[in-house]
């Protein structure tokens, strides 16, 4: 793939025609765009935001300019005499087309300059400042002189150090102000992201990392260097389940608290947790669901036997172009193949990795391996969609039929496992029970993720659309039922944490007992917090930061930011 041209630096003038529905940009914007063009396009055009230490940081450097204290006079109203110090002042420009927020304004001898806070020390650079919060200075300069006062220069106050650093709008900052406006809202027009930055120092700070992926970008689209481990950090914050149908869920302050008939015995703290995951009957006070949508805490909801439902959020993700690129692409039938033929692919190759690392049976599985891996060939040259379901079907029936051979003799009891092959709705016994329960749970955390990066899990490439099936979270999770899935029903029954007695038999259905429900859901959660190293970037990942990495890939391969959807095949 070739790299798109550079971003153009035509001055766009702001409309100022009646009705017309274009933003002012903010101040702040136009900073994040002088230091990087595509931070400011993820947070201003598609609505992408992160913490990080650093963006808390600065938060609390400007606490006190929340404190509005002081008052600002009309322009008008200012003479030699007047002292001006006042906070949190909002200024807008429509001939500029901005609007900034002044985090102090100061004024003597008629008069005044912007005081910008800055967390951090003074960097000992030429001029004592960067050109962002330069260009950020004077912007404000000029919004203060396009409502009448007299300003010449502002002040960068560096939190940390305690030092002011004058910045004097000149003709070259001017030009650098208009610059930067002006390429900003033609970069926000064109609805085209521009590429990251290659190797850059900037990247591993940038609170947005993990949402831009710049180095596995640069990586795939021209693997001129090597990704570093950036986006791949540990979550800090775990799934909460609930599956007793007795429950209240309620809220205390900034925590959880599970009760059941009054009696408190589970409580989790708001900041710790990444989802909140219902089984039965449960019941969530109105609170409690407020706080957990202020939050962008997911609730997903589950029948008592473990069908995923569905899931409460806030108001969901800003980001319309990436499900804009989604949909585009869903009716483009050569697209929807070459991605299905990817996911099945993988899917195939994974399922005969889990084979080979697990076979128990007296007898190599050389000849399963081997059809298997012609299946995957075959897969990788279907003709149509029609045929790539096919190869799939009976690509899974080979694999189920020597599933059972990964299986410890005796785990089930005593007699012969006998397996009858992959059955459900209902399953029919403790094994395909698992299967079921463990499929469900893959396909909330793939709707989750999905859902919060943008995208519409419900709109798929490979699984036709259909009421109340999420479609794409179906197509990513092919690839890791093998890896995530089936490995966690493999360890429960091989290290005996689940076995025949976790399950009950009514009218030919298998239903896993509320002891067999919390082991394998402890061991699912274990296994999405394993760490793999990645088999294209080369770090290493857990399968549950995983997701979230394939998720974020997968819209930039629908913008058509990278030439191709790496799947995950470890060996």
């Not at 322009?75 to 807008?92: K, W």
């Not at 092959?421 to 396909?443: I, K, Q, W």
Request: aromatic content about 8%; some cysteine; charged content about 25%.
């Amino acid at each position: 793939m070739t790299d798109p041209p550079p971003q153009p630096e035509l001055a766009l003038a702001y409309p100022l025609a009646a009705g017309a529905e274009v933003p002012l940009l903010p101040a702040r914007m136009v900073n994040e765009f002088v230091y990087c063009p595509r931070l400011a396009y993820l947070e201003w055009v598609q609505g992408e935001w992160a913490d990080s230490a650093d963006t808390a940081e600065g938060r609390f450097a400007h606490r006190r300019t929340e404190d509005a204290r002081g008052a600002m006079p009309e322009a008008d109203a200012v003479d030699e005499a007047t002292h001006i110090h006042a906070r949190s002042i909002t200024l807008a420009s429509e001939a500029l087309g901005v609007i900034a927020k002044l985090d102090l304004v100061e004024g003597e001898d008629g008069q005044v300059w912007p005081v910008d806070t800055k967390r951090g020390r003074r960097p000992h650079v030429e001029r004592s400042a960067y050109l962002p919060e330069r260009v950020q200075v004077g912007l404000q300069i000029l919004l203060l002189r396009e409502h009448g006062y007299t300003c010449n220069e502002g002040i960068l106050y560096f939190a940390e150090s305690r030092e002011r650093v004058p910045v004097a709008l000149n003709e070259d900052l001017h030009a650098e102000v208009l610059k930067a406006v002006n390429s900003m809202r033609l970069m926000a027009a064109s609805s085209h992201i521009p590429p990251p930055l290659e190797d850059s120092p900037k990247c591993p700070r940038c609170s947005l990392v993990s949402i831009c992926l710049p180095d596995e970008v640069s990586w795939l689209r021209t693997g001129r260097f090597e990704p570093r481990p950036l986006a791949v950090a540990r979550a800090d914050t775990l799934p909460m389940v609930v599956q007793e149908h007795r429950a209240r869920i309620g809220k205390d302050g900034d925590t959880l608290e599970v009760s059941i008939e009054g009696a408190k015995v589970a409580t989790a703290r708001l900041a710790e947790m990444s989802q909140l995951v219902i089984y039965g009957n449960a019941s969530l006070t109105t609170p409690a669901l407020h706080e957990l949508m202020r939050r962008e805490i997911p609730v997903s909801w589950h029948s008592h036997g473990g069908w995923f439902l569905g899931h409460t959020v806030g108001l969901g993700h800003r980001n319309v172009e990436v499900r804009a690129h989604q949909w585009r692409q869903s009716f483009d039938e050569g697209f929807c193949l070459r991605l299905a033929r990817g996911l099945v692919a993988a899917k195939i190759r994974n399922a005969r990795t889990l084979l080979r690392r697990n076979w128990r049976g007296e007898a190599p599985p050389d000849t399963l391996l081997a059809t298997l891996d012609r299946d995957r060939q075959q897969a990788e040259a279907a003709r149509d969609q029609a045929a790539l379901l096919g190869i799939e079907g009976m690509s899974a029936r080979r694999y189920f039929e020597g599933f059972a051979a990964c299986i410890a003799p005796g785990i089930l009891g005593e007699g012969r496992f006998e397996w009858q092959g992959r059955n459900r709705r209902p399953p029919t016994d403790l094994v395909n029970a698992l299967l079921s329960f463990t499929y469900a749970m893959l396909t909330r955390a793939w709707t989750i993720q999905l859902s919060a990066v943008g995208l519409d899990a419900y709109r798929g490439f490979y699984h036709q659309p259909r009421y109340g099936r999420p479609a794409l979270a179906l197509d990513m999770m092919e690839p890791f039922r093998p890896l995530v899935a089936d490995s966690a029903v493999l360890l429960a029954l091989n290290n005996g944490e689940v076995g025949p007695q976790h399950v009950l038999l009514r009218a030919g259905a298998a239903v896993l007992t509320p002891p067999g429900r919390r082991a394998i859901i402890a061991t699912f959660e274990r296994r999405l917090d394993q760490e793999i190293t990645h088999p294209v970037f080369g770090y290493r990942v857990s399968y549950r930061r995983l997701f979230e990495v394939q998720a974020r890939l997968l819209g930039r391969f629908l913008a058509g930011e990278i030439p191709d959807m790496p799947h995950i095949t470890p060996r």
